[in-house]
């Protein structure tokens, strides 16, 4: 952890890490894993997938590929895309209360700015989501990352061509958040983060803790253990006054205003769309969407 963020700037993929992707595909293809492109149909599996897989385990191909083959039998194990296919579409809506939201803004490298604020999960909804079967709330985590790999990030690479957008900014709020509260939400919140780590590798990049209470070295000791090293070296503690750094990052206008932006958004608020994410897609979509070649798929929701 620190408390500076860092300045990521994207970069080309360099020749030796595209032979690492050429020689991952390889390895999946005769694993049965990937089915690369042909005249009339498209990869099983794009560039930017990939090189999650290979990022996270540092270009290593075949701890990659294990990884990889561990997800791709989750993913058949929970029958993730036909979950996301028809998962329905207010209880998709209802859902995104209890977990990070959309700003509907993007940092200055085009990355999407999620909030979570803790203590917007009040001992009301915290009864509401333990009333959900575990199975059930486990499914709508699922749901809800698909939606951002399969929706956000490829709305918001489609805007910042042609460098691709793998993961989002995550601002973490945790002003007025009891030791309580959080015991009552470690569960909940191990599912969601050891879920994230294993099947949707690289998804984060920035994450900012704002707010962060005098007992914040407990909560870090009992969730720690939650993240690979990697993701841990992304979290980074700003304290009370958390507007400097983060306009170092993400532009004043969209920061939301609690954190020292110029955003009139609330966690509890849909996404407040910037006006080139609205020339693309209108309004944001309810329930479960695509994003493919510059357009928006509506799936049966």
Known sequence: MSDTLP?????????????????????????GLYRPASNDTAASHDDVTLLRFLRARQYDVDKAQKQFSDTEAWRKQ??????????????????????????GRRDKTGLPVYVYRLASLDAPLRKEL??????????????????????????????????????????????QVSISAMWSLRSHLQVASTMATANYPETLSTIAIVNSPS??????????????????NKIHILGKDPGPTLRSLIDEKDIPQSYGGRLPWK???????????????????????????????????
């Open 215 to 232: 007992f914040f070295p407990t909560i870090w000791n009992w969730i720690k253990t939650w993240f690979d090293e990697g993701t841990r």
């Open 267 to 301: 966690f509890e608020d849909d996404p407040d769309l910037d006006d080139t994410i609205k020339k693309v897609i209108g309004e944001m979509p309810k329930g479960p969407v695509l994003f493919v070649d510059g357009s928006t798929v509506k799936l049966l929701g």
């Open 130 to 175: 333990e009333s959900v079967p575990s199975e059930r709330r486990y499914q709508r985590i699922v749901a809800l990352y698909e939606a951002m790999t399969r929706f956000v990030l490829p709305l918001c690479s489609h805007l910042a061509a042609p460098t691709p957008v793998s993961s989002v900014t995550t601002i973490i709020d945790l002003e």
């Open 7 to 31: 300045h990521t700037i994207s970069t080309p993929v360099s020749d030796d890490r595209v032979q690492s992707l050429e020689t991952f595909k390889a390895k999946l293809r005769n694993a």
């Open 78 to 103: 929970h029958n993730v895309d036909e979950l996301f296919r028809t998962f329905e579409a207010n209880e998709m809506e209802s859902a995104r209360r209890f977990y990070p939201r959309w700003t």
